[in-house]
């Protein structure tokens, strides 16, 4: 068979993120105190941003603020206004990484490709205090449009960053990660890990071992290994010296009505300083000068321009939730009701990754409570009268079924879902089960009082 060469042509979508597009993400994604210490730094690393406040201090002092009309030595004094940023800096208190920062800079350095980077930076987003992430693979498949192949890589890499664990689905996941990381991913442990976690918690140990064949010795060695990990990994960040929650939107309610605020008052508010404007303007300045301030005052302008955007896409998002969601504003978790992202992102007609950005790691203050935006969120299971119903009003249901059982005689999971079904919710004695583990509730069996 003689061999032919062929030509052909093939077109293919890529996604090509430019710094700017990277950092429109980036902004979004951020809770508040965050993007507080993000406009913080942009300042020092940008003279042609200042603070509201500042600059009339600034433009009223004639040692910081000289008249460049009649200085001859540009040069110089946009050399002494830089270094005193850079003086201004070394005087900040000492800041401690939140969880999300810290891998966030892991990201960056290990110089991921556009998709991949996208995907990651994403999953970092949804990643909670503990370290454990709140969206599974299909969710960030349908969310980002991306193959199942990116986001094994892009989890396998956040896998290998410092802490061990975080980006994990689950306990088991997270466990076996940090085996994996110490090259322990075939041991006892790992397998203990992977397949008999209800035995171990259950401290079934001599099962253990005729399930193995192994001696007990053995198993006590692989449950030493096991208790060594960190179940979460996020614990160190939660408790550094910042622990404090701010919320990004403000709730008041005001008779029958809510009133939203977006909370901004921690941010610093920008504009382009008026010194440095002039300095594009003069013939006097260099030209290779001219080139870095015309770079940085573009860089400013998109800064503030899109920060704007994210405030004003939060408050969007603001008035739909306190719309969607105004039952559970005035009654609690009971009267939550089924809401996903596709149907935010179609009412606030936004993609879905954008409101996936909007929702993660930020706070909503109302008047029982902070809470994630995230709660918000809830998938829904229609009743035998052919009503919706949440997951998490089902979960309260469960919770409060718990706290009222006797505890000489607990509740069973098939209990619970008799109880359930009883109240039109048609539950199975599994799905009852899972929830319950999900509220990190013990079984009935390890519930019994024993005397």
């Known amino acids: 068979m003689a061999l032919k060469q062929r030509l052909n042509l093939r077109l293919t979508q890529r996604l090509i993120l430019t710094p700017k597009m990277r950092q429109a993400l980036h902004i979004l994604q951020l809770p508040l105190l965050e993007l507080k210490r993000f406009l913080r730094q942009e300042m020092l690393e940008n003279p042609f941003l200042e603070e509201e406040e500042i600059i009339d201090n600034l433009l009223d002092n004639k040692q910081l603020a000289p008249d460049y009309s009649e200085s001859d030595n540009y040069n110089t004094s946009y050399g002494q206004d830089i270094q005193k940023k850079k003086d201004y800096q070394e005087t900040l208190a000492t800041y401690a990484p939140s969880l999300q920062e810290h891998l966030l800079r892991q990201l960056g350095l290990s110089s991921p490709n556009p998709i991949l980077y996208k995907t990651a930076e994403f999953i970092i987003g949804n990643i909670d205090e503990n370290g454990y992430r709140h969206c599974s693979q299909q969710e960030i498949q349908q969310i980002l449009g991306v193959g199942k192949s990116d986001i094994y890589k892009a989890l396998n890499l956040i896998y290998t960053f410092d802490p061990p664990g975080a980006g994990a689905e689950d306990l088991k996941e997270c466990l076996f990660i940090q085996l994996k990381q110490k090259n322990q991913e075939n041991s006892l442990a790992a397998k203990i890990v992977c397949n008999y976690l209800t035995d171990l918690e259950k401290k079934k140990y001599s099962h253990l071992a005729g399930i193995f064949k192994v001696p007990l010795e053995q198993i006590e060695e692989a449950v030493r290994d096991i208790a060594a990990l960190e179940p979460k990994p996020g614990r160190t960040f939660a408790n550094s010296p910042n622990p404090y929650i701010k919320p990004d939107i403000i709730l008041i309610k005001q008779k029958e009505r809510y009133e939203i605020i977006i909370n901004d008052e921690e941010l610093p508010i920008l504009q382009i300083s008026s010194q440095y404007s002039r300095l594009l303007q003069d013939e006097k300045v260099a030209i290779s000068t001219k080139i870095y301030l015309k770079k940085q005052f573009h860089s400013a302008l998109w800064l503030i321009k899109t920060v704007g955007q994210r405030q004003s896409t939060l408050m969007e998002l603001a008035r739909f939730l306190v719309e969607a969601q105004r039952d559970f504003l005035d009654k609690g978790k009971r009267y939550l009701a089924p809401l996903s992202l596709e149907k935010i992102a179609k009412s606030i007609k936004r993609d879905k990754s954008t409101v996936s ?83 990190k509730i013990l ?9």
């Open 357 to 439: 950005r909007l929702l993660a790691n930020k706070y909503i203050q109302t008047p029982f409570g902070i809470f994630p935006l995230r709660e918000f969120l809830s998938h829904g299971i229609k009743t035998k009268k052919g009503k919706l119903i949440s997951t998490k009003n089902i979960k309260a249901q469960i919770e409060d079924l718990i706290k009222g059982e006797n505890p000489e005689q607990p509740l069973t999971d098939e209990k619970i879902a008799q109880t359930l079904k009883e109240r039109s919710i048609p539950i199975a004695r599994r799905t009852c089960a899972k929830y319950r583990e999900q509220l």
């Open 443 to 451: 079984p009935a069996t390890l519930r019994k009082n024993p005397h």
